[in-house]
């Protein structure tokens, strides 16, 4: 089959580029791909803000790697861990030149399949969690939980979605939305658990 531009996702750019932290205006390169959404600038922007900027010493999950812009944001901030899965190869082999191009020491990148791994690893390790898993691919909804099951205490899923995750729902899986914000045809979402009384 021929590659082109039918094959990019629509507007998605060649690169992203590390908007905070030691690496900030470092450019990423992002191959081409079916689906393939890196989070725009604006709402790494908003979230990072939400997550108060400095990252330092925390571990964090980006199950769904794609770009890499979230980890690697994270990482830029002195997060002490970044798990990066990814199950596409394209996508790997650019995460691994990315990390090797920054030198990013604190960077682990798996190849597997992100629904899979999530229910296998250990409980109650990770301070920040991404979920931005294929968009309208309806997946979202069953990994909150085995998610949530990841946290540190005081520990957030950062999640992103077609539709708005509704509160009585988040509940009833344990989870409370501590902000929310829409972009374009995204509705991002920061969570946490609710503590145990």
Not at 19 to 44: F, H
Not at 118 to 145: K, Q, Y
């Amino acid at each position: 089959m021929k590659s082109g531009a039918g094959n990019v996702a629509r507007g998605a750019p060649q690169q992203v580029r590390i908007i905070g932290g030691q690496w900030k205006r470092t450019p990423l390169p992002v191959p081409p791909g079916d689906g393939l959404r890196p989070t725009p600038d604006r709402v790494r922007e908003t979230l990072f803000n939400w997550l108060g900027q400095d990252l330092t010493g925390m571990q964090c999950l980006d199950a769904f790697a794609g770009s890499g812009a979230l980890g690697f944001e994270a990482a830029s901030r002195g997060a002490q861990r970044v798990l990066l899965v990814e199950s596409a190869a394209p996508a790997i082999r650019q995460l691994r030149a990315n990390q090797a191009k920054l030198d990013a020491k604190q960077i682990e990148i798996v190849q597997a399949d992100a629904r899979r791994l999530i229910t296998t690893l250990s409980p109650g390790v990770f301070d920040v969690i991404f979920l931005d898993p294929p968009f309208a691919s309806g997946w979202l909804n069953d990994l909150l939980a085995p998610a949530a099951r990841l946290l540190a205490p005081n520990g957030v899923i950062y999640a992103e979605s077609d539709v708005p995750l509704e509160d009585e729902a988040l509940a009833e899986l344990g989870l409370v939305c501590l902000r929310r914000a829409k972009a374009g045809a995204v509705h991002y979402h920061l969570l946490e658990s609710i503590p145990k009384t």
